[in-house]
């Protein structure tokens, strides 16, 4: 195998060996083929690198369950007051079956009472040559009023604001006489305590 040999020849004076040394030129060019094979082998036969499509994900790529949001409190405040809405309107005569639908803006929020203390500190340096350089720092530092809530300590509150209506709309069996539809918009607009142009009133297309 004359183009064996060739190439083993060559390759043993790459490396400064003798021909006399075949059999080491042999052993050295096996060592670099397994070298080889082993470097190729996560491409060759699937070891190792990027993650199989079987494999479940890492931990980086798990999503974290959403908790419950605040739209979930707003939806359940916004069907509590379409509850009572409806109890109300109900019992206007002539109004019949009426549905509500309360739609909010923003949920009730309170604002804690706080106390503030401001502190300020004034340094005057003089230097030798008599000029003064004055330095003002001033601090703040606020904490929450805390009362009694049975055994616990909770913030005390400086403002309670109501739930924000962004529209309300009511549906009733007797909305198709004029008078009655006044009489359900008008007690809508004042147990709700918003603008009038805010409440809509429709009659039920039941007869």
């Known amino acids: 195998m004359p183009e064996k040999n060739n190439w083993l020849g060559r390759l043993g004076a790459s490396l400064g060996l003798k021909p006399q040394h075949a059999g080491l030129v042999k052993i050295v ?72 639908a309360i739609t909010l803006a923003a949920g009730p929020r309170t604002d804690p009472l706080t106390n503030e ?16 350089r004055t330095q003002e720092t001033t601090t703040r530092d606020t904490t929450n009023v805390m009362t009694k809530d049975g055994s616990r300590d909770v913030p005390a509150a400086a403002a309670r604001i109501a739930a924000k209506i962004a529209g309300v709309l009511i549906v009733a069996d007797g909305a198709r006489d004029a008078t009655v539809r006044a009489r359900l918009h008008q007690a809508a607009v004042t147990e709700l305590s918003i603008p009038a142009h805010r409440v809509v009133v429709e009659a039920s297309n039941r007869r």
Not at 34 to 61: D, M, N, R
Not at 80 to 89: C, D, I, K, T, V
Not at 117 to 132: C, G, L, V
């Open 117 to 132: 203390r401001t502190e300020q500190t004034t340094i005057t340096e003089k230097a030798q040559d008599n000029s003064q």
């Open 29 to 100: 060019a096996a060592g670099l083929f397994i070298g080889i094979l082993f470097l190729s082998a996560p491409t060759l036969f699937g070891v190792g690198g990027s993650t199989s499509p079987g494999s479940p994900p890492s931990a980086t790529e798990v999503a974290a369950p959403a908790g419950p949001g605040a739209s979930d409190e707003l939806t359940r405040l916004e069907q509590e007051m379409s509850a009572n809405l409806e109890r109300s309107l109900s019992a206007i005569d002539g109004a019949g079956t009426v549905h509500v």
